[in-house]
């Protein structure tokens, strides 16, 4: 745990005892590291590829349509 006040841990005891979410900054108060974050999923691989998507044309109006 991070060297917080006791204010601070009183705040977050009192969320916690009551359901409430915590507020955004509670994070970086409880915790000093960061940590990494990574989806996993059933055959998830770690190939990267370059994929075509169906992007919409943007037409500008001042100019003619060939």
């Keep these: ?4 006040t ?8 009192r969320l ?10 509670d994070d970086i108060v409880l915790f000093d590291d960061k940590c990494e974050v990574e ?3 059933t055959n998830k691989t770690a190939e990267v590829c370059n994929v ?3 992007f919409q044309i943007i037409e500008r109006v001042d100019e003619r349509r060939t």
């Design 6 to 13: 006791d204010t601070e841990r009183a705040d977050v005891l």
């Design 1 to 4: 745990m991070s060297k917080t």
């Design 52 to 54: 075509m998507l169906p």
């Design 39 to 41: 989806l996993v999923w």
């Design 16 to 25: 916690l005892d009551r359901d409430k979410p915590l507020k955004d900054h």
